[in-house]
């Protein structure tokens, strides 16, 4: 469950909340200000996410707040009214802020003040942190702090947070802020006035005296680099080029995030799978080490392999965001995904996706619009992530063992399958459970800069923490939880077993080599025996009847419930079903002979093309991933639309299977 921010009484810890435009510097701030000490939470009552840290101050401890950014206090979006409610004490159990740290951007004065000045009408103590002054002194513009600090009526610091520079001065400032007499009353919370028009504006006083302000503390000629931006943005924005160019970036990260974490993912997987061999090693036989070895060793490794995935996205989401690109990218891809319901924004966790659902549905924070976020959450696990593509291997070697041609074009029909399905979802949704049109894209297009390397680790490490201390624990119980359903009821001894080793002591003594590959046949029978005998196995045969249809028998069930922990279990499922042992899945070969030769009570061939084609249609279509249903609950905060992702999916792919199946059994 999502940890909200803290709602203890601050009795005597006083609290400083930092508030500022999108792209003002908030977050650099707050990271040099905080470092690696900040957590992340949900405000409470919402899915809006902010962080938090504590600090001291001259020895003072202090909750540092980071609110999400605004453009004004008269909210336009969650973000805003989060903003907006916290500052005015409209959040249940939480007072308003001590003391507050505005960031203004010095390259974008004027548009920056008008929040500056509704919020020193709050009659808080603030401090104004002027960023971005060298970005300005490079337009030719040089702001007076002093003349300024007497314009608003607090102090006002030039800081380069990335440099380290003004830190010291901010901290020293805030001291004494939080040290001032107690505020006058604030305002109620519906005391704001609303902005319904151009003529006659109510804020129109307001963006008169922020122009003037500006006027009277900015000295020297403005000069532009819009010359050099717009010639960067009539390739980035173009409609055609700025298209090519945003593939380009994406496929770029998703190969990456394909290819180059899977020497981390490989290692991870080989270090728990030496721990688990060490305490397996370590503890007699039985079922708390196997519970050990393979519920929660197996289970922490199986979430911990995803680390490297969600990390170089982040990673790269980070860089694009402070480059200044990722609104670019939202812009370009607007148009082309508004036609089915989508914000521009959406693209890329869709692409993201085709690597991991979990990060990707993590990534969708970057899509302000809470209907437009849901959406995409929604569809996003049916893009083709990595743990399909042993199933797709697996089914395509079954069809075509020795056609290449026509197992690549049938692996890429899988992956485009997907991709239509998402978008056509996208679609209906937009048309039925949440209507309307997704909202247009108004953003700022901000100036190029270079990304600070150090907010993009600190970002990476925040993300990828909080995958493991929220969705990693709901992961762990339910690998724990399919442990159990493989495991019990006991079974006896497989009687194929019993005959196997009779013959395996019979040849001891004049083959040994004979009699080893016999009892290892006989664990492998064992072990089929056990898992057709336990929970699974007979929900297996319980599903029969309903996946019948499909082409799918009880073993078939059996893969198909194990794989709810992650898609590619099936896989090892079916070489254990088979009588290949778990080691079956690293010896493709050898269980695809097997399950290439396997008959049905009918004598007919069980994995024919129509029950080829059937599975690898449900698998393209299915959730068949647990983990990702935990993290779409933390990201909704709700159980609801985990739910019916889970339903919504499980009928498209039960319906499209049986489709593909009858189908291509009446064409034979």
Not at 370 to 390: E, F, Q
Not at 612 to 620: A, R, T
Request: proline share 6%.
């Amino acid at each position: 469950m999502v940890q909200p921010i803290p709602l203890e009484p601050h009795v005597q810890r006083k609290s400083i909340a930092v508030i500022g435009n999108p792209n003002s510097g908030k977050s650099t701030l707050f990271n040099a200000l905080t470092g690696l000490n900040a957590q992340t939470g949900n405000f409470p009552g919402t899915t809006v996410e902010g962080k938090h840290a504590r600090i001291r101050l001259d020895g003072i401890p202090v909750e540092l707040i980071d609110l999400p950014g605004a453009y004004s206090l008269q909210a336009a979006t969650p973000d805003e009214q989060v903003a907006s409610d916290y500052l005015l004490g409209c959040i249940v159990n939480r007072e308003p802020p001590d003391a507050l740290v505005v960031t203004v951007d010095a390259s974008n004065l004027e548009r920056n003040l008008f929040l500056a000045s509704q919020v020193l009408e709050l009659g808080m103590p603030t401090v104004i942190a002027l960023t971005m002054v060298d970005i300005a002194e490079r337009h030719g513009m040089r702001i007076n702090t002093e003349k300024l600090s007497g314009e608003l009526g607090c102090p006002v610091l030039a800081v380069n947070a990335k440099a380290g520079k003004g830190i010291a001065e901010i901290k020293v400032a805030l001291l004494a802020s939080i040290g001032e007499p107690e505020p006058p009353p604030r305002k109620d919370c519906l005391d704001l006035p609303a902005c319904d028009s151009c003529t006659s504006c109510a804020f129109n006083s307001r963006f008169n005296w922020t122009e003037d302000v500006t006027s009277r503390v900015v000295s020297g000629e403005a000069r532009t680099t819009r010359e050099r931006t717009d010639r960067i943005d009539s390739v980035l924005t173009h409609p055609k080029l700025g298209l090519l160019a945003f593939m380009v970036v994406m496929l770029t990260i998703f190969y990456l995030i394909f290819r180059v974490a899977q020497i981390p993912m490989e290692l991870i997987d080989g270090l728990f799978g030496t721990v688990g061999a060490w305490v397996e090693g370590l503890l007699p036989p039985g079922d708390f080490r196997n519970l050990l070895v393979q519920g929660v060793i197996g289970g922490v490794g199986g979430m911990l392999i995803f680390l490297p995935q969600i990390g170089i996205l982040f990673f790269f989401l980070a860089l694009l965001e402070d480059t200044g690109y990722m609104a670019r990218a939202a812009f370009v891809m607007d148009r082309l995904m508004r036609r089915v319901g989508l914000p521009g924004t959406a693209f890329v966790p869709m692409v993201s996706a085709h690597a991991c659902a979990i990060p990707a549905i993590m990534s969708t924070r970057i899509i302000g619009d809470p209907r437009d976020r849901l959406l995409t959450i929604l569809v996003l696990p049916l893009m083709t992530c990595s743990a399909r593509i042993p199933v797709y291997a697996m089914v395509t070697a079954l069809l075509f063992p020795n056609k290449h041609l026509l197992a690549a074009l049938v692996f890429c029909g899988a992956i485009s399958l997907g991709v239509i399905a998402a978008l056509v979802m996208a679609f209906i949704f937009r048309h039925t459970i949440l209507p309307g049109e997704s909202k247009p894209l108004i953003l700022e297009l901000p100036g190029y800069k270079l990304p600070s390397l150090r907010n993009a680790l600190l970002y990476t490490v925040d993300r990828s923490w909080v995958f493991i201390k929220q969705a990693g624990t709901i992961i762990l119980m339910i690998s724990i939880i399919l442990w159990v359903l493989a495991t019990y009821p006991k079974s006896g001894t497989a009687p194929g077993a019993v005959v196997l080793l009779e013959q395996a002591e019979s040849l001891k003594t004049s083959d040994a080599a004979g009699a080893a590959r016999l009892e290892a046949q006989a664990a492998r029978e064992s072990h089929r025996y056990a898992l057709e005998q336990s929970m699974a196995g007979r929900m297996g045969k319980c599903i029969e009847p309903i996946v019948r249809p499909l082409g799918f028998d009880w073993q078939i069930g059996i893969g198909i419930i194990s794989s709810f922990a992650a898609r590619e279990v099936i896989v090892s499922t079916l070489s254990v079903v088979y009588g290949m042992g778990e080691e079956g899945a690293d010896e493709p070969e050898g269980l695809y002979a097997s399950m290439r030769k396997a008959k049905g009570p009918d004598g007919k061939l069980k994995f024919n093309t129509a029950t080829c084609l059937s599975l690898l249609v449900f698998y393209v279509l299915a959730m068949q991933c647990l983990p990702t249903q935990a993290v779409t609950k933390r990201e909704t905060n709700s159980w609801k639309w985990a739910a019916f992702q889970l339903g919504y999916m499980s009928v498209l792919a039960y319906v499209a299977a049986l489709m593909t199946y009858q189908l291509v059994s009446r064409l034979g």
